[in-house]
Every structure is written in C-alpha cells, then in structure tokens.
C-alpha cells in the first residue's frame, strides 16, 4: 500500500483511477498461424509514480477485463497496437454516463517533481527536456491517441518494436507527444511475432493492485 505519494495529482483529476505506485501484470496472447508460438505471457511493469493518471486508468480497464478477448489490431513492425472496442465507438464508455472516458496526456519530466498534463513538451517549448519514461525500449508502453486533440486517450495502447539506437530517448517523434506508462519486462521479444487477429486472453495483476486509488469497476460493481 502506497503510504506517501511523492506530488498531488490536479484536482480535476483526483477523482480519476489513480495507481499511486508500481504494479506489475502478465498479458497472456493467443497467438494464430504461428505453429512455434501458440501461446504466449507478457510479463509488463507499470509505472504510477511517473504517470498516474494513465497507468491508473488502465489498470481499472484491467480489471473491468475490458481486454480480454480483445484482438490485436495492428501490429505493422513498428509498434503493436490493441484497444479499440467493436461497434462506433474508439474507447471506453463508461458505463455511469455512457460517454468515453478520456483521461489528459501525461509526461513527467526529468527534474520536474510532477508530470505536465494537456500538452506537448513540444507546445510547453521544453524541446530539450527528457521525459521520466521515454520510448527507448523494445516493448515501450503507450497510450494512443488523436494525434490533434492531446487529450482524447481512452483504452487503445501500443507497445513499441524499435529498438533504442533507431529511435534515441528524446530524439524521435514520439517522446514528449505520447504517454508512457510501462514497460514490456519479460518475453517482450514475443511482440515481434503478433499479428493481426491474434487475441488477448487475458491480462490479470501479479501485484500491485493495492496501489490503485478511485477504481471505478468495484462502483460498477
């Protein structure tokens, strides 16, 4: 259990899912027409102390099983991409005020003591800032987004497939732009091998979970 919080999330936020900590969760795939790999579990940490907000936010969609049986819909070499529901809408509907829950972009700042939220380090004019949690991993996790409206994440995540000396930590076009929020840690070379149409099975929580603050699926019930 989380005992002091290093910074106060703001207050229009507050209220949101929270995770307030780390938490740590295996995504387990099944994996279509590849007869070498038919199942596989991706180990991923989640990191709240540097983006609360939208580990929070996922974690909640975790376990409302929001992905499970969700297929993967793309997955084209450079990142692998999951989280859009069926039927029109592009994200989560809360089921309290059946509208998609959007949560504001999130970067932490190296030697900023909380996260901007709402914008770009790009809009903020900080071009040489480094972000707490950059893509510079095989297996970088994301939130995806409109890329014109800053806050429009709801549930669509991607992991990233390059590797850092083809996309150098605060030297590539995603830095700053997009939130990230974990990290593949175990058989994140498995990402390579997912295609379209494989599916998710399940993602369950190893540990961590005390962490999360606000859960609205245990209101949902």
Do not use: H
């Amino acid at each position: 259990m989380i005992v002091s919080f290093p910074y106060e999330v703001p207050e229009e936020y507050q209220n949101m899912p929270l995770l307030k900590g780390r938490e740590t969760v295996d995504m387990k795939v099944k994996v279509k027409d590849n007869p070498n790999l038919e199942e596989c579990v991706l180990r991923i940490v989640l990191d709240g102390y540097d983006a609360p907000v939208t580990a929070g936010n996922f974690v909640d969609l975790v376990e409302r099983r929001f992905y499970d049986g969700m297929e993967i819909q793309r997955a084209d070499g450079f990142v692998v991409q999951t989280g859009d529901p069926e039927g029109p809408a592009e994200g989560f509907i809360d089921p309290s005020t059946e509208k998609t829950r959007t949560i504001p972009l999130e970067i932490m700042v190296v030697g900023e003591k909380a996260p901007f939220y709402g914008a770009t380090l790009e809009e903020l004019g900080l071009y040489k800032a480094q972000t707490k949690l950059p893509f510079n991993a095989f297996g970088t996790m994301a939130m995806a987004r409109d890329e014109f409206e800053n806050n429009s994440a709801s549930s669509q995540i991607f992991w990233l497939l390059k590797e850092s000396e083809l996309t150098p930590s605060n030297a590539n076009i995603l830095d700053g732009r997009y939130a990230v929020f974990g990290y593949v840690t175990e058989n994140e070379d498995y990402l390579a091998d997912l295609k379209v149409g494989d599916v998710i099975e399940s993602i369950q929580v190893v540990s961590g979970l005390d962490n999360l603050v606000n859960p609205s699926y245990k209101i949902a019930g």
